[in-house]
T-cell receptor
């Protein structure tokens, strides 16, 4: 039973389109995150939510809008996709804002987004 | 200059060798994490450290807060240890993780 699941795993789309990536965790964690990994494999935080409340919004273009309907879900919607948005997007969760708990951070398997 | 620097960037070793990966950071932190990214892309959290040393199986992580330095050691390395190892730090009153650029480890049978 996957702890943090994100869909889709691969997404190929044209410039200008709008797309969403979904993330769900069944760990009972309070905090969820979106990270972007660029072509050089460098990870960077985009957003974090704690109990459905936005905590971190890191200089991300406002074309990216996270939505957390409940603390088990954090979806990422991207408007007007650009070539530079191509990357792997990882969802993650942790027990609390301190990233603590037995398992620390638990990551989803990633969504490889390719904008053509 | 990145706040979190890892060395080496790439490391190739023979099976059975003792491996050390280093992480240095330039800011005060409340915790440091070591992550492992498999060739398939999945990321696993290995350790969270705020002081001292932790051990899990063949993996050992140490941190020296005064020197702003952490090391990840792998004893009796095995080809299945081949992965990218990523160091990440969390500042005080700051919930975000800042990541190093990773160390790509390849263990040859």
């Amino acid at each position: 039973d996957t702890a943090v699941s994100q869909t889709p795993k691969y997404l190929v789309t044209q410039m200008g389109n709008d797309k969403s990536i979904k993330c769900e965790q069944n760990l009972g964690h309070d905090t969820m995150y979106w990270y972007k990994q660029d072509s050089k494999k460098f990870l960077k935080i985009m957003f974090s939510y704690n109990n459905k409340e936005l905590i971190i919004n890191e200089t991300v273009p406002n074309r990216f809008s996270p939505k957390s309907p409940d603390k088990a879900h954090l979806n990422l919607h991207i408007n007007s996709l650009e070539l530079g948005d191509s990357a792997v997007y990882f969802c993650a969760s942790s027990q609390d804002l301190a990233g603590g708990g037995l398992r620390g951070y638990t990551f989803g398997s990633g969504t490889r987004l390719t904008v053509v | 200059k990145n706040e979190v620097e890892q060395s080496p960037q790439n490391l190739t070793a023979q099976e059975g060798e003792f491996i050390t990966i280093n992480c240095s950071y330039s800011v005060g932190i409340s915790a440091l994490h070591w992550l492992q990214q498999h060739p398939g892309g999945g990321i696993v959290s290995l350790f969270m450290l705020s002081s001292g040393k932790k051990k899990h199986g063949r993996l050992i992580a140490t941190i020296n807060i005064q020197e702003k330095h952490s090391s990840l050691h792998i004893t009796a390395s095995h080809p299945r240890d081949s992965a990218v190892y990523i160091c990440a730090v969390r500042g005080f009153g700051n919930e975000k993780l800042t990541f190093g650029t990773g160390t790509r480890l390849t263990i040859i049978p």
